[in-house]
């Protein structure tokens, strides 16, 4: 695929989402499915019940009065259950459950399911899913709420990118789950970042350094893939590793920061020291990258994931006239005066996401997030490809690569096995 033709290369992305925007704004009005304005109900479906689509299903019933859930779909009938019945508990919201046995739907075509009774459909899979289950629903007309990451691979990302804009082309809503974008201090900070109050950027420090999160042990009765999908967090196919999962959410601060245009390269390192243990994957347990822009601003990400350690999730960006602490949500000089604080109240940022969404919808303006929500998820697959292959990896290199982490064949049998990345031994591609 060469830069002129390919809609993503940087070249593209250099030039701005301009395009794309116009692209967008001339389609508008276009849907393939006449969508509930005004006060009319919104019929929501859940395809992933887990603790995040659980909380989604919560946030999108308390976000519109009008909402109702009417299908929910997973994997596993015992998570699909387990998130019925807490929905169906909470007197808040009981009234406008209305999923039926006809309208619960479980196995690997579960999404079709769910989302052929839906007009709005909350995705939250594990992240290996959400490109063929954007697709569908973009296919059918259904606006989106898609939980981060949106692709753990590069040729899932290109695909969920194509979907996006579709998604504009069909004036439907694909809202991120990259819930900061919808938190009002950082958004204030950003406001400012991007509005020169701290000079021009010259540099970026990001971290996510975090403990351990769940394991869901084993049962004799799964077989590797139902192992494997139980816990999807230490497969990188289904997960990503901890750049796209989790850190993720500080890597876009990143791309925020500097205005989505796209970095030439990145460096990167990273291993398992701790996780060493068959029932942590394959993924590791910390990374560090460099990114490199034209322009010379670098930008820096850590993350970790080990028990025991100093957590810390803070994202700086440092300007000429000052740097911005975007989670202490102030603006300081270099000589350490504040410059400016977020007062007042943060707000639900997760209730916010669907608020938006709604009002969106109700306004025949959906947002699409797209645009960002890709970028950011290639900044992530970039440094894992880094760190992995130990190589310098261009943008064009990470948004064309061929490397699929997808199994052959979506079935319970045997899992795919791929190896613990070492680096200098695995070649990107293309190279
Ligand atoms: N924005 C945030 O702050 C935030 C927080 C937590 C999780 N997340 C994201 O939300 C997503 C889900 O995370 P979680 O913590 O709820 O995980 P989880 O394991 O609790 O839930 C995921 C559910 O999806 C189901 N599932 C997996 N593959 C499926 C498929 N093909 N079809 C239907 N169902 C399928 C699983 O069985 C499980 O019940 C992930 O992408 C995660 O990164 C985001």
Request: net charge neutral; hydrophobic share 35%; charged share 25%.
């Amino acid at each position: 695929m060469n830069d002129s033709t390919h809609p993503t290369s940087r070249r593209d992305f250099l030039k701005g989402s301009a395009a794309v925007v116009a692209a967008g704004t001339l389609a508008s009005g276009i849907t393939s499915r006449a969508f509930a304005a005004g006060n009319d109900v919104l019929r929501v479906g859940l395809v992933g019940c887990g603790g995040r689509g659980t909380g989604a299903a919560f946030d999108a019933l308390f976000a519109d009065e009008n909402t109702q859930l009417v299908a929910m779909g997973d994997l596993f009938a015992d998570r699909l259950a387990g998130s019925l019945e807490k929905l169906k508990r909470d007197q808040r919201v009981a009234d406008r459950v209305r999923v039926t046995p006809d309208t619960s739907f479980t196995g690997f075509d579960a999404y079709k399911g769910v989302i052929d009774n839906a007009d709005v459909v909350l995705l939250a899979t594990s992240p290996h899913y959400r490109a063929p289950h954007l697709r569908y629903a973009v296919d059918k007309g259904v606006h989106v709420f898609a939980e981060k990451p949106v692709a753990t691979d590069a040729p899932m990302l290109r695909d969920v990118y194509e979907t996006c804009q579709r998604a504009k082309r069909k004036n439907l809503a694909i809202v991120s789950g990259l819930c900061w974008r919808y938190h009002k201090p950082k958004v204030e900070t950003m406001r400012r970042v991007l509005d020169g109050e701290i000079g021009e950027v010259v540099a970026i420090e990001t971290a996510y350094l975090a403990g351990t999160l769940w394991h869901r042990g084993d049962d004799p009765s799964w077989t590797p893939m139902e192992y494997q999908n139980r816990n999807w967090l230490y497969y990188n196919w289904l997960s990503g590793d901890q750049p796209c999962e989790q850190a993720i959410h500080s890597i876009d601060k990143q791309g925020w920061a500097m205005r989505e245009v796209a970095p030439k390269s990145c460096i990167g390192v990273g291993g398992r020291q701790v996780r060493t243990d068959e029932m942590w994957g394959n993924v590791y347990d910390h990374f560090h990258f460099t990114y490199e822009y034209d322009s010379g601003v670098r930008a820096y990400h850590q993350c970790r994931q080990m028990a025991g350690t100093r957590g810390q999730v803070r994202d700086y960006i440092m300007g000429t006239k000052g740097i911005a602490d975007v989670f202490g949500h102030k603006l300081v000089s270099h000589s350490g005066d504040v410059m400016w604080r977020f007062k007042g109240k943060g707000g639900n940022m997760y209730r916010n996401e669907h608020v938006e969404l709604f009002k969106s919808i109700r306004a025949g303006e959906p947002i699409n997030n797209g645009e960002y929500m890709c970028k950011s998820n290639m900044l992530a697959i970039m440094g894992r490809m880094a760190a992995y292959t130990g190589q310098k990896i261009t943008w064009d290199q990470a948004w064309n690569s061929e490397e699929s982490l997808a199994p052959e064949k979506y079935e319970w049998g045997p899992a795919p096995q791929h190896p613990v990345a070492m680096p200098g031994q695995q070649k990107p591609k293309p190279a």
